[in-house]
């Protein structure tokens, strides 16, 4: 299994950075994707970040463009969102997420998830 633990919420003033990390554990074989999610109360959860490990490409939400860095350290098996400028509209649970193989390198791959960690930014 896939344990990922995530870091660094908080409450921010517009225009503020904040930056989130997330470390994954546990019996890894393959990382395909790490990628970050948020949601805010009362609606669905939405891709902030996506990077995939095969080209290294990044992916964002038009929100985080510009505004938003995803960046991951495969040694440590970490990912980071840097969130710069931030704004009220970005206050929701932000959740790492990690598309990988773990344990046998017949198992199956699967999505995990992190427990969620909290960002606030007052109007």
């Known amino acids: 299994q896939v344990q990922l633990v995530e870091s660094g919420g908080g409450l921010v003033q517009p225009g503020g950075p904040l930056r989130l990390s997330c470390a994954a554990s546990?019996?890894?074989?393959?990382?395909?994707?790490m990628a970050w999610y948020r949601q805010a109360p009362g609606k669905q959860r939405e891709l902030v970040a996506r990077?995939?490990?095969?080209?290294?490409?990044?992916n964002y939400a038009d929100s985080a463009k510009g505004r938003f860095t995803i960046s991951r350290d495969n040694a440590k098996k970490t990912v980071d969102l840097q969130m710069n400028s931030l704004r009220p509209e970005d206050t929701a649970v932000y959740y790492c997420n990690v598309h990988a193989r773990a344990g046998a390198p017949w198992s199956r791959r699967a999505y995990y998830w992190g427990q969620g960690t909290q960002v606030a930014v007052p109007s």
């Open positions: 546990g019996s890894i074989f393959s990382i395909y994707t």
């Open positions: 990077n995939t490990t095969s080209d290294g490409s990044t």
